[in-house]
């Protein structure tokens, strides 16, 4: 068991490494993008200027505006500490487990009422953000085909 779960993290780990450079990788795309839509057909010397080691000029960003709620994924964000031992705890586990069960694996003895909410709450989140599944039992799993 102590061997799974050390595999979980070690695989986490390396996941978040992957989602970071993505990250970073997805930011410099999108720069490079408003960057090329911002010219007015002068794409040539910027090449140029860019082979001869002149820093390239962006173009000043503007805020977006804000056209309603957002539908869709969200914004995938780095997972904190607690969360991302809720993930590895589920993924690594061999049925799915109550938020209860999960609180006193992460080492609460006799967890209070609030503690077993706020790891609830959490749980909650991670399903809403796709690191986690949630049964209609009330009980919390890793994503299919995750383990």
Not at 52 to 77: F, H, M, Y
Request: hydrophobic content about 40%; glycine content about 8%; overall charge positive.
């Amino acid at each position: 068991m102590q061997e799974q779960i050390l595999q979980a993290r070690i695989r986490a780990d390396v996941l978040e490494g992957r989602l970071e450079a993505l990250a970073i990788t997805r930011r410099t795309v999108a720069e490079l993008l408003d960057a090329e839509s911002a010219t007015d057909g002068s794409g040539d010397s910027d090449q140029e200027s860019l082979l001869a080691g002149e820093s390239p000029e962006l173009p000043a960003r503007t805020p977006a505006k804000k056209a309603g709620p957002r539908v869709g994924p969200r914004q995938a964000r780095p997972l904190g500490p607690v969360s991302r031992k809720i993930v590895i705890l589920l993924v690594s586990a061999d049925r799915p487990l109550r938020a209860r069960e999960v609180t006193i694996a992460l080492g609460r003895k006799n967890p209070s009422r609030t503690q077993v909410q706020g790891i609830r709450r959490a749980c909650n989140k991670l399903v809403a953000s796709g690191h986690l599944l949630v049964l209609n039992t009330g009980e919390y799993a890793g994503p299919a085909g995750a383990a």
